[in-house]
Structure formats: C-alpha cells, structure tokens
C-alpha cells in the first residue's frame, strides 16, 4: 500500500512498505545488490519525517512525484528557476555528511540509495538552495557527479525516479551487530547520539552497507522468521 508523507520542505511523496517479511527480506536482498554495485561511493545521507520504522518497514522505497510543485516557489522563486534550469524532474536533496543524530531537525536520520538512473546535482558554493535568495547568481557555479570530501554538509540534489530509505539508527542499533551499535551513545539525545567517525569507519561506502545487508541484517530477518514459525507451531500444538 502507498502512503503519501510530507517531508520538511512539504513536498509530498510516495512511502511504499513491504506486505509482509518474506517481501522484506526479498528487498533487502535487492538493495544490497544495489549498494555492492555502488561499490566505494560516499553514502547520501536524508531527514525524513514521517517514516516509521520496524522490521517491516526496514527499508522504505520512495517515489518522488514528477513535475511536483516546490515549496520554494512562492518563498523562494530562485530555488524554482535553478531546478527548471538544470532540467531536474525529480529533486531529492541529500547530503553526503551524516547528521550528528539518528533524528535530526527533519526527521529521523536515513541513508539514501537512488535506484535506476539518476543525476546529482551540487554546487560548493551554495550550501543549502532553500535558504539562498540569490541561488540563481550561482547556476554557473553547479556541476554534475559525486562531488569529493571537500563538498562536506553542503547540500546535493539528486534527480531519480525512485530511492530506498534505510533508517540510520535501526540499521546500526539492531540489525548489524554488537559493536556497530556503539555508534550510537544511548546517554546522548537523538539529535546527538552518533559517533560520526566509527559511523564513516564502519559504513562509509555504499558496498560496506551493502555487506551489511546480505550478512548481518538478512540473518537477523530470517531468525525472525524462523522464531515466530516455532511460535505459531507451539500454539497451535498446545
């Protein structure tokens, strides 16, 4: 079932869940295959309000509507005419530094991985295209590809038709094992309970959250298959 959320720039998208787990485990497998083809890219990072987060909704496929309206036409009329002139049809603004939290101002913190064909779109002079009045003095100024280390936080805007969402803070709380989630400092609030550096150590491309995902993560799904099949023949044996 399609559900449609509103992100922070109140751009409505599709929110697609799984039916069930076996559909879950089934999409894993298929963005794992993706990250692993992404082989060493710096992972994108995206606040998403609205995304609840368990086991089956582990993994959120997002479709972006074409041709939408920008929140930033009437606010901001620059923003609007710097989508139309790099011919962007479905804008998805990410970012290749984590947030310092598992939630942000946004919402809950989520790697970003675009499906099929996309292009992104960045510029190191503009850091947020949202917030600039005079965004349009700097189109020259935007280029195509993944930027280097250098872009730090500076937004990026990525044109794909669809994407996958992973939840940060379950990715690494739950799912891959003892000592990922030391990332996470359970003391700290969720606006500021990552460890960013053991974050970029131990899940700093796509192919090693690819990794993750055909291992630790699909494991830990099939156990939880497997246990409420011995939980459901007990009841019905008793």
């Not at 939290?101 to 503009?126: A, D, L, Q």
């Not at 917030?131 to 280029?143: G, I, Q, S």
């Amino acid at each position: 079932m399609l559900k449609t959320f509103k992100t922070f720039s109140e751009i409505n998208e599709d929110m697609a869940n799984t039916n069930d787990m076996d559909h879950m485990i089934k999409r894993v497998a298929v963005v794992a295959d993706i990250c692993t083809k992404m082989g060493n890219k710096p992972l994108m990072y995206r606040q998403v309000k609205g995304v609840v987060n368990n086991a089956h909704k582990f993994a959120v496929k997002v479709t972006p509507q074409e041709n939408r309206k920008y929140n930033g036409n009437a606010k901001n009329p620059a923003q609007a005419k710097v989508i139309q002139a790099l011919n962007i049809k479905n804008p998805v603004w990410a970012s290749l530094e984590s947030h310092t939290g598992t939630r942000g101002p946004f919402g809950e913190n989520n790697i970003m991985i675009p499906i099929g064909s996309y292009k992104i779109n960045y510029s190191s002079k503009v850091k947020d295209l949202g917030r600039k009045d005079d965004v349009e003095k700097f189109l020259d100024t935007y280029k195509t590809g993944w930027p280097d280390a250098s872009h730090g936080d500076n937004e990026i805007v990525v044109d794909c038709v669809n994407y996958y969402l992973i939840n940060v803070g379950e990715l690494v709380g739950k799912y891959t094992g003892k000592k990922a989630k030391d990332i996470i400092d359970k003391s700290s609030r969720d606006w500021n309970n990552l460890n960013k550096e053991m974050l970029k150590a131990k899940f700093g491309t796509y192919r090693s959250v690819g990794w993750y995902l055909a291992n630790p993560v699909t494991n830990y799904l099939n156990w939880m298959v497997e246990t409420q099949k011995k939980r459901t023949a007990a009841l019905v044996g008793s």
